[in-house]
Nanobody, 115 residues
Framework: QVQLVESGGGLVQAGGSLRLSCAAS????????MGWYRQAPGKQRELVAVISSGGITNYADSVKGRFTISRDNAKNTVYLQMNSLKPEDTAVYYCNAARYDMNYWGKGTLVTVSS
């Protein structure tokens, strides 16, 4: 089992920045990709950014150039630096850890961007 705990969400004005953190604990054996997803009210959960254990990253087109995902393997922590935030970035952000046979999710952290 892997436990994921997100932190860093909050209320920010448009154009501002936030940094999300996700601390993983438990058996990390076989965990490769870690990342962030988000779900806005009335919408489906969508990919924001993912990073492999080797540091390869992938971003949703909507956040490219504004968000940066990073990972500290020694601390089992993944970060999401969010800059130039827009009201449409408002959502609950979920941390994800992927293994070949299982996806693990955190409980989410709310990010609200006011216009």
């Amino acid at each position: 089992q892997v436990q994921l705990v997100e932190s860093g969400g909050g209320l920010v004005q448009a154009g501002g920045s936030l940094r999300l953190s996700c601390a993983a604990s438990g058996s990390m054996f076989g965990i490769n990709g870690m990342g962030w997803y988000r779900q806005a009210p009335g919408k489906q959960r969508e990919l924001v950014a993912v990073i492999s254990s080797g540091g390869i990253t992938n971003y949703a087109d909507s956040v490219k150039g504004r968000f940066t995902i990073s990972r500290d393997n020694a601390k089992n922590t993944v970060y999401l630096q969010m800059n130039s935030l827009k009201p449409e970035d408002t959502a609950v952000y979920y941390c994800n850890a992927a293994r070949y046979d299982m996806n693990y999710w955190g409980k989410g952290t709310l990010v609200t961007v006011s216009s």
